[in-house]
């Protein structure tokens, strides 16, 4: 989503941005997949777009992902934390998604 700038008085721009914001658009959410981190309970992730209050969101990809019940341990800016079961597996992938307040 592009978002106009505060001097923005091009009104198509304008008028895009909240009909982006109206279906569900945002600037203040960031995606990705990751790999938990095998032999460990837990994986940092490093994402600029984390906050210390954000929410961050797993959705497990694969069986042996979904049976290391994430959990989110901690946020800060710029990183956070997903709790999991210990596993050798290195098929575990987890896509993310961050929102911020």
């Known amino acids: 989503m592009i978002v106009p700038g505060k001097n923005e008085t091009r009104l198509?721009?304008?008028?895009?941005?909240?009909?982006?914001?109206?279906?569900?658009?945002?600037?203040?959410?960031?995606?990705?997949?990751?790999?938990?981190a095998p032999g460990s309970d837990e994986t940092a992730v490093t994402d600029p777009l984390c906050t210390e209050s954000s929410l961050v969101v797993s959705v497990p990809m694969s069986a042996s992902a979904s049976a290391a019940r994430v959990f989110l341990k901690s946020t800060a800016r710029g990183?956070?934390?997903l709790g999991h079961t210990v596993s050798d597996a290195e098929d575990r992938f987890v896509r993310?998604?961050?929102?911020r307040p």
């Open 79 to 81: 990183s956070f934390v």
């Open 12 to 36: 198509d721009r304008i008028i895009q941005a909240i009909a982006e914001i109206a279906t569900g658009g945002s600037n203040a959410v960031g995606k990705s997949t990751i790999v938990l």
């Open 96 to 99: 993310y998604e961050i929102r």
